[in-house]
């Protein structure tokens, strides 16, 4: 069992800067696949990153890459999403999820959940 929790969600301007973290517990985090997810009011939820096991493998959405970055500390048992020059479109509360057995953008296949972070662009 592995409970997520993701802070640093806020408000922000259009062109500024946020980091989320998601903070897991439990002495097995170094073996999921971490992924970040987001959705829009009246919109499906929609794939925005993932990291392996390791960190060493990484993969975008479109409308992200280059502005956001995947990364994980397996000591502190946290992942992050560095998000740069955000976009008004960019506003979604952010989940983060983690899959013992999947790295993808699917997100029926990831095992569990955090309860999500809003994240607000305003233009």
């Known amino acids: 069992q592995v409970q997520l929790v993701e802070s640093g969600g806020g408000l922000v301007q259009a062109g500024g800067s946020l980091r989320l973290s998601c903070a897991a517990s439990g002495r097995t985090f170094s073996s999921y696949a971490m992924g970040w997810f987001r959705q829009a009011p009246g919109k499906e939820r929609e794939f925005v990153a993932r990291?392996?096991?390791?960190?060493?493998?990484?993969y975008y959405a479109d409308s992200v890459k280059g502005r956001f970055t995947i990364s994980r500390d397996n000591a502190k048992n946290t992942v992050y999403l560095q998000m740069n020059s955000l976009k008004p479109e960019d506003t979604a509360v952010y989940y983060c999820a983690a899959s013992r057995s999947y790295i993808g953008g699917t997100s029926a296949r990831y095992d569990y959940w955090g309860q999500g972070t809003q994240v607000t662009v305003s233009s």
């Open positions: 990291i392996s096991w390791n960190g060493g493998s990484t």
